[in-house]
Every structure is written in C-alpha cells, then in structure tokens.
C-alpha cells in the first residue's frame, strides 16, 4: 500500500469541478512534483488531502487511512501550505517549542530541525523579523518535527534566493533518501525538474499525464535517441532492420522509442563507427504546455 493514494477524487463547489475523478499514488523514497497552471486544483486536492475540504467523490489516505484517522498526525504526516501563518512575536525557536509540546514530540526535536534547515542562528529572533524565505524555513522545520513518513509541500520555494533554492533541491533529496514520500507543488518547472523522481500533471481539475520524470520527458513514444555515424545511411538501414523508426535530419538520426545504449548496442554489432549518440530530452516546460494545452 502507498504512503499516499489518491483514487477517484472529486470535489465540486456548486457546478464547478475544483478536481474531477483524479487518481494517482506517491511512493516512499521518491520526491513526486504536483505540477498544474494556476487554478488547476492543486490546493484542493492538497487541502482535500489533509482533511481540511471534504471530497464530493472518491478518497485521498495515507496508507490506506484518511488524515483525520490518523494516531497522532503529525508523526505520519508533516505539511506547509502556502498561507502558514507565524505569531510575529514569537521567535522560531518557541513557535517550534509550542508545536512540539502540542504533537507530544520530543523536546530535542526542536533544536534538531533547526539545525536541519538552517534557522539555528536566527532561532532566538522574532518570526516577524524574519524574511519570507527564513518563514519558508521555519516552515518545514515545523512540518519536519514528528518524523513524518510523507512530507507535503505546496510552493516551498517562494521567497528562497538561489542559495535557498539550491538548499531547497537538497534538503528534498535528503528527506527522500531517508525513506519519506515527498509531494511538491510547485510552479517554478525548472527547479522541479531538477529535484523530483516523478510528476502528476494536472489541468481543470483532471489528470494529464504522470509518470517517472524520465517517462513523462521522453514523451508517449519513451526516449528519443539523436545519434551521428561516419557511415549514417549504414547506421539507418541497420536501426530499420532491428526494428527501430528513424526521423533523418541529414547526417543526424532521430531513435524514437529507443535509448542510446540500444542504439550503440545495434551500431557495434554492425560494425559501424558512431561520431555522437545522445538522449533527447524534452523540457519540463515543453511537456508542461504539451499537457495542459497552455493554460495559464
């Protein structure tokens, strides 16, 4: 049973479906991106989720329970939504201290996920001193203080200079490797592309397209190989005769469906030299419009 499943889910507001019949699952040790333009149903299928919004239809548990079924939440699962609120009179440290006598955690918890994003020198300020990037941080270190099996994470990037950022990346290939299931909303694609191991791509409250990164980039035919010969009408007549298509574009041929090591594999065997022999990638953003038709 997966940390998270989604199966079904719908939530209507009078006639308008926020999320319509979605299914999908988030797997333990992998950082999933939650990926959709704005108005796409992230937030509520987010909220819906964590028991905050009730679903028309369909279920969202962690494995297998919904939210408000959970023994003490937050040590199964840690959150930051976009509209977390500080009391700007407390420093980081107390609105931590009050949290963890509130979920029962451990008093060391607080100083340990200080640490852990990087808040341990600003600890003693007050929150309303803060920027929003070091919100952002104190943040996750709150949702990171019951050792939660999945961690969610709706724009976790918004405030965070390009350091914040590049500790950002880090910290979610950390929280993964620990074992935790990660979901990351997020409309910044770049970054996404380069911190998560799958996506689900959603678009008028439907699914569009999920998948490995490396699945949902390679495109509906898999990966695309672009590889060079010094003999390419060989090269081609031997792809073709292994059962490959090709799209030529002069010396250079197109491997639809096909990775470069296939490739290589059906030029040794046929004893021809190759001069360049690469995957083809798609851009996040390219498969992104390509599923939403280019919703903003």
């Known amino acids: 049973m997966a940390p998270v499943e989604i199966r079904g889910l719908t939530k209507r507001f009078g006639s308008v479906a926020a999320v319509d019949d979605l299914s999908f699952e988030i797997g333990a040790g992998r950082v999933t991106g939650f990926l959709g333009p704005n108005g796409a149903g992230k937030s509520t299928t987010l909220r819906t989720l964590l028991g905050l919004i009730n679903p028309s239809a369909g279920e969202a548990t962690f494995g297998g329970l919904p939210y408000e079924r959970l023994e003490r939440p937050s040590t199964k699962v840690g959150a930051v939504l976009e509209d977390t609120a500080f009391h700007?009179?407390?420093?980081?440290?107390?609105?931590?201290?009050?949290?963890?006598?509130?979920?029962?955690?451990?008093?060391?918890?607080?100083?340990?996920?200080?640490?852990e994003v990087g808040l341990t020198a600003a600890a003693d300020r007050r929150v309303g001193g803060y920027s929003l990037g070091m919100r952002q941080r104190l943040a996750i270190a709150a949702a990171l203080l019951g050792d939660p099996e999945v961690l969610i994470l709706d724009e976790p990037a918004n405030g965070l200079d390009p350091p914040g950022i590049s500790w950002m990346r880090g910290m979610l290939r950390e929280?993964?490797?620990?074992?935790?299931?990660?979901?990351?909303?997020?409309?910044?694609?770049?970054?996404?592309?380069?911190?998560?191991?799958?996506?689900?791509?959603?678009a008028h409250g439907k699914?569009?397209?999920?998948?490995?990164?490396?699945?949902?980039?390679?495109?509906?035919?898999?990966?695309?190989?672009?590889?060079?010969?010094?003999?390419a009408d060989a090269l081609e007549r031997a792809l073709l005769a292994a059962g490959n298509r090709i799209d030529r574009d002069g010396e250079r041929l197109i491997v639809p469906g096909a990775?470069?090591?296939?490739?290589?594999?059906?030029?040794a065997e046929a004893g021809i030299a190759l001069t360049g022999l690469a995957p083809r990638a798609r851009s996040?953003?390219?498969?992104?419009?390509?599923?939403?038709g280019g919703a903003e």
């Not at 569009?208 to 003999?231: C, F, I, M, Q, Y």
């Not at 996040?284 to 939403?292: A, K, R, S």
């Open 207 to 231: 699914l569009r397209g999920k998948g490995t990164l490396e699945e949902v980039l390679g495109g509906s035919d898999g990966p695309v190989t672009e590889v060079r010969a010094r003999d």
């Open 175 to 202: 929280q993964a490797a620990r074992g935790r299931a990660v979901l990351v909303s997020s409309h910044l694609l770049a970054e996404v592309a380069q911190s998560v191991d799958d996506i689900v791509v959603i």
């Open 259 to 267: 990775t470069p090591e296939a490739v290589g594999l059906v030029a």
């Open 88 to 115: 700007p009179g407390r420093t980081g440290r107390n609105h931590l201290r009050v949290l963890a006598v509130t979920g029962e955690h451990r008093p060391e918890r607080v100083g340990e996920v200080l640490e």
């Open 284 to 292: 996040l953003e390219d498969v992104f419009f390509e599923l939403t």
